[in-house]
């Protein structure tokens, strides 16, 4: 894993949780619908369950969201290694670099803007940065 990829996880998994999220609406709102006969389905004699139609929905939801508690658990946990890790840096302007690109989400024209530096500083600081940083097993 490279120091990028480590320091890219945060982001990674709040899109993981956000589109469970996605999930977990359309579910609820599958759940809340009015679902009507399907004519085109094969009739099979075999058990036949008592559920509401909704239940399903319900159960597929509650799941989801019980991973993305889970998710969220490890996402502040991975957050504050990633902090540690970036608070271990020497250099201030580094350190602010990477929080801002790696937990702040800003593009590297708001990076530069808010360091008061070029876009080509903010890069090369960036690519210096990376190389700074060290992380797991040391």
Not at 8 to 15: A, D, I, T
Not at 62 to 78: G, R, Y
Not at 107 to 128: C, V
Request: aromatic share 8%.
């Amino acid at each position: 894993m490279t120091s990028k990829e480590y320091l890219s996880q945060v982001y990674k998994l709040e899109q993981i949780i956000e589109k469970k999220q996605m999930r977990v609406k359309e579910y609820e709102q599958l759940a809340s619908s009015i679902s009507g006969c399907n004519f085109d389905k094969i009739s099979v004699d075999g058990t036949k369950t008592f559920d509401a139609p909704f239940v399903k929905w319900i159960e597929k939801a509650l799941d989801i969201q019980e991973e993305i508690n889970n998710l969220k658990m490890k996402l502040e946990t991975c957050r504050n290694e990633i902090l540690e890790v970036i608070e271990s840096l020497d250099n201030e302007e580094h350190k602010i670099l990477l929080v801002l690109r790696y937990l702040k989400y800003l593009s590297w024209a708001g990076i530069a803007e808010e360091l008061g530096i070029s876009i080509s500083t903010a890069k090369r600081w960036h690519k210096t940065a990376l190389l700074l940083v060290k992380f797991g097993p040391q």
